[in-house]
């Protein structure tokens, strides 16, 4: 009985399943692009001086990358404020390049509970087009100066 299950779980019908699986997944497989480097950045979000909670963070490139394309990061704050960007992997930092800072604080911590409410900074810095916030990344590590902001 051991053998006849161990033919039917491992018998020649299930190697051929499993080639072929192998073997179609990998068709029409094509190879990523390389993509470019990313230099990891952070930093911090305050809101008339206390940490903006799930706040969301974004760059906007102005700068095309070698490909010609133009990538952008974003992540959330944590519960001090703080962040790292990402765009290919989590925390993984942006491209070197210039960049406009989109920033949209919709949460807030109330009795221990977070709370979505608008925009805690009007709207101000939500577009590329409205926000003031330039950030220069070149090839190193960089942790940035806290930006902050105020409500009113």
């Known amino acids: 009985m051991r053998c006849r299950f161990m033919r039917c779980r491992f018998g020649p019908s299930w190697i051929v399943v499993f080639v072929g699986v192998f073997f179609i997944s990998g068709c029409g497989h094509q190879q990523r692009p390389e993509l470019p480097a990313c230099v990891p950045v952070s930093g911090r979000v305050l809101i008339d001086g206390q940490p903006a909670i799930r706040a969301v963070v974004s760059f906007h490139s102005q700068t095309p990358q070698a490909d010609g394309k133009i990538y952008s990061g974003q992540t959330f704050t944590d519960d001090e404020g703080r962040f790292r960007m990402t765009t290919f992997t989590a925390g ?17 911590s109330k009795n221990g509970q977070d709370v979505g409410v608008p925009d805690l900074l009007k709207g101000r810095y939500a577009t590329p087009e409205k926000s003031l916030l330039k950030v220069q990344v070149e090839a190193e590590p960089l942790e940035l100066e806290t930006f902050d902001l105020k409500s009113k």
């Open 92 to 108: 993984d930092g942006v491209p070197p390049g210039e960049y406009t800072v989109t920033i949209v604080a919709a949460w807030i």
